[in-house]
């Protein structure tokens, strides 16, 4: 069963290590704008979001593909791209729901993570467990697990406000 | 891809933009704050006003800023400061370094003055001044946010003054988009005179570097390390951020008020910890760090902002305050006008005694009894210092400018080492950290060393520290409290190259110094540091090479200093350090002056300056290859300014 990245928003605290990591994994520099990864922040910063290609499914990325250059690593699990077979024409860009592709600055090439090939250095690397890698099927009760610490946390709040 | 730096020069005056590279600094002074001090010392002419277009102000990112080195997001700001006319020192975190590093910068100077507000957008290679009319007179957050929208880029990062820097407050501040402020020494009163009211980045060319594949596995290795460090799972666990002020064993180490008692009935029943779970929003820190060291608060869907240990003190203890609202709400405004929470609340403290011994009454302060505590008094006196109103104009000043401004006995009552008002430590039982305090031309960062010792318990010791003393200084003295021993002068000199190691990179020295406590090698991080430094510049240099470099800096900011008419005479501590503690556990402990003078010459000659005036010699800074000080002071193009009182 291939693993995929679970993200925790609620835990982002926002520091940004994973784009470095990201960034400088493959591209060889330190650019948020080359990273495959990036953590959007809304209200002065506030709220923190990681945004990173879900491997979906049933990827709109793949169908947009006029060339067929996107596939999917069995051994992974990953949505990759044939750079060869690439145009360049960014359908798949547009079609992603999340920006989960997007374009490096430099190269003018499609990027959207690869799992490290198995070994994501951005859960690797994230200090607070806002990302983690797991296995596809252990994913639903991986999220219910931490729903339920956020509930114990707000209840035992509530109660201690009473003393 | 090799690392290349640059120095962006910006003059408001003639509004034009020079671009160099920092090469010609890099060999000797490595970055950062180093090259910063570089700059001011060749940028700014001796015995300026520091709030006059004159001036200079440097923003100093280093070698391994924007990166994934750990806790790469710090900034250095100097400039001469409006307090005490010294070489600033002055430090912020959150996103704004890393964000101009990417932009393919490392520092920027700021020269000249413009005649209406101005902002600076720096997107990558463009670089624009514009109107900021429309901001004057805006909140740091409100211009934050303006700027976002005008610019539409919700990615930019921006620091930026507010009412307190445009109104030359002598101790604003320069806030970040993220919330933290380079708070002391008045740097925000400098941009204020510039009439830059912000400055918005935006970098998409990010940081080269020499040896990307040995670079990511040092940071990796780091980065490892400081997730799996004690100080890590402190941070983590406490709701208050290991924060000083909720320690318990604190009250033994703290002031209250004007530095006048060493212990405060109230101090126990803070409920901080019960207020902070209520109104935390999360914990947050600065750009690719592990540790999170601050916290966001938002009270009762109003009052938003983000705090650190010091604010807290600031603005509970230090004015007798017990009242966690009317602290918050301290904080808020403070960063709302963009001025050093640290520095109002010493201001305030300084009132609250001046009424207490009835020197003044509320009929010179606007009808307001600066009571103890008095909440109302506080929180007025912030608004009117921000905005100069009032009373609130001479609080401006500073403590030593306003005391002189009351007039008859109110310059006694002035707590202040070079017209800063200093940490809250009871000074006087620590000899080592009052050293620092006293050489130091304005905040000395108590790091490394002068901690242990100010959390030494003699009758407890921490064996394993001792033990690092004898092997690092010479004698386990150098810890412990209580003594005036040369092992406790070299202990103070290593904790001063110490903290200015990560200054040089561009890392943040609480990622570096608060761990090193905890870890049973103190050269591991820093040894991680020459590693990264190494492979991001291709350069080979050893942990000594940057520990000399610290020392050259040292030297440089003490002749900038000497230019503006520092001399040994000028490092005193304030006369109530040798005044016993009256209350606490340290009750009757005092500094002797004898013997801490005798302590500052030792100080003196184990750095190779003059016992008498306390400078470097010729001989010193030739043997650190500062030629052009020498030189410089030769040609006698130099006339020192001599400071009075």
């Known amino acids: ?163 | 891809m090799d690392h290349q730096r640059i120095i962006l020069k910006v003059d408001l005056c003639r509004k034009t933009v020079e671009k160099s590279s920092t090469a010609p600094f890099d060999g000797r002074f490595i970055g950062g704050r180093g090259i910063g001090s570089s700059l001011m010392l060749q940028l700014l002419p001796p015995g300026v006003d520091a709030l006059g277009p004159e001036n200079v102000l440097i923003f100093s990112t280093g070698p391994l800023s924007g990166t994934a080195a750990p806790a790469s997001g710090r900034v250095d700001v100097t400039g001469k400061s409006p307090i005490n006319d010294y070489h600033a020192v002055s430090n912020f975190g959150g996103f704004w370094g890393s964000e101009f590093s990417q932009a393919g910068y490392n520092h920027l100077v700021v020269q000249g003055a413009g005649e209406d507000p101005v902002y600076l957008s720096i997107d990558n290679d463009r670089v624009e001044f514009k109107d900021a009319r429309h901001l004057w007179g805006l909140s740091t957050y409100e211009t934050i946010t303006t700027l976002r929208e005008e610019l539409r880029d919700p990615e930019i990062q921006v620091i930026a003054i507010g009412p307190g820097g445009e109104n030359r407050v002598r101790y604003a501040s320069i806030n970040s988009s993220m919330g933290d402020a380079a708070g002391r020494m008045g740097m925000g009163a400098v941009m204020g005179s510039k009439k830059l009211k912000a400055v918005a980045v935006r970098g998409t060319r990010g940081v080269s570097l020499h040896d990307p594949k040995r670079f990511m596995e040092v940071a990796r290795k780091t980065h490892r390390f400081l997730r799996e460090s004690e100080t890590f799972a402190n941070f983590k666990i406490s709701k208050a951020n290991g924060d000083p002020m909720f320690s318990r064993k604190a009250e033994d180490q703290l002031t209250f008020g004007n530095f006048e008692t060493g212990a405060w009935d109230k101090f126990g029943g803070l409920k901080t910890e019960q207020y902070f779970s209520k109104h935390k929003i999360r914990r947050t820190g600065c750009f690719g760090c592990p540790l999170q060291c601050m916290h966001l608060v938002q009270v009762s869907g109003g009052d938003f902002g983000l705090s650190r240990c010091m604010n807290f003190q600031s603005f509970l203890g230090t004015v007798w305050n017990d009242d966690l609202g009317a602290m918050w709400e301290a904080i808020v405004l403070a960063n709302q006008y963009g001025l050093d929470s640290h520095e109002t609340g010493g201001v305030i403290a300084l009132m609250m005694e001046l009424y207490q011994n009835g020197i003044i009454t509320a009929g010179d302060t606007d009808g307001i009894p600066l009571e103890r505590g008095n909440r109302e008094a506080i929180l007025q006196m912030i608004h009117k210092i921000a905005r100069r109103e009032g009373i609130g104009d001479i609080l401006a000043e500073g403590p030593e400018r306003a005391a002189q401004a009351i007039g008859g006995r109110a310059p006694d009552f002035v707590v202040a080492a070079k017209g800063l008002f200093p940490h809250g430590y009871q000074f006087q039982v620590v000899e080592g950290t009052s050293l620092m305090q006293a050489v130091s031309s304005g905040e000395p960062f108590q790091t490394y060393g002068t901690g242990v010792e100010r959390t030494m318990d003699p009758e407890k010791p921490n064996l394993r520290l001792l033990a690092q003393a004898k092997a690092l200084y010479g004698a386990e003295d150098a810890y412990l409290p209580g003594n005036y021993s040369e092992a406790k002068v070299r202990m103070v000199i290593d904790s001063e190259h110490r903290s200015r190691v990560p200054d040089l990179l561009g890392i943040c020295l609480t990622s570096i110094v608060y761990v090193l406590k905890t870890v049973p090698d103190i050269h591991f991080l820093y040894d991680r540091q020459v590693e990264l430094f190494n492979a991001a510049t291709g350069r080979s240099i050893s942990r000594d090479e940057l520990f000399r470099a610290a020392e050259r800096l040292v030297n440089l900011e003490r002749s900038i200093d000497a230019r503006e008419g520092l001399t040994r005479q000028n490092d005193t501590l304030p006369r109530r350090f040798y005044q016993p503690l009256d209350s606490g556990k340290n009750r009757g402990k005092v500094l002797n002056e004898q013997k801490m003078e005798e302590m500052k010459s030792t100080y003196y000659r184990l750095r190779g300056w003059d016992v008498e005036t306390g400078l470097p010699t010729p001989e010193k800074l030739m043997e650190l290859g500062l030629e052009e000080i020498v030189q410089g002071k030769r040609a006698g193009d130099e006339k020192p300014i001599r400071k009075t009182g």
């Not at chain 1, 990273?35 to 959007?40: D, F, G």
């Not at chain 1, 209200?43 to 793949?62: G, S």
């Not at chain 1, 997007?102 to 994501?120: I, K, S, Y």
């Open chain 1, 1 to 163: 069963m291939a693993k995929t990245l679970l993200i925790y928003p609620e835990k982002c605290l926002g520091c940004r290590i994973c784009e470095m990591f990201c960034s400088l994994s493959h591209t060889d520099t330190c650019n948020p704008a080359r990273s495959r990864i990036n953590i959007i922040k809304m209200d002065l910063d506030v709220r923190c979001v990681p945004m990173v290609c879900q491997q979906c499914a049933d990827p709109v990325c793949e169908k947009a593909c006029p060339s067929g250059a996107i596939f999917r690593n069995e051994t992974t699990g990953a949505m990759e791209t044939d750079l060869k077979r690439c145009t360049g024409c960014r359908m798949c860009v547009l079609a992603c729901p999340f920006g989960g592709t997007g374009v490096d600055p430099w190269e003018a090439t499609v990027m959207r993570c690869d799992l490290c090939q198995g070994e994501p250095l951005c859960a690797e690397v994230c200090p607070y467990g806002a990302i983690v890698y797991v296995e596809a099927d252990r994913q639903a009760l991986h999220k219910k697990r931490s729903g339920a610490e956020r509930f114990l946390t707000s209840l035992e709040n509530q109660i201690g406000k009473g003393n």
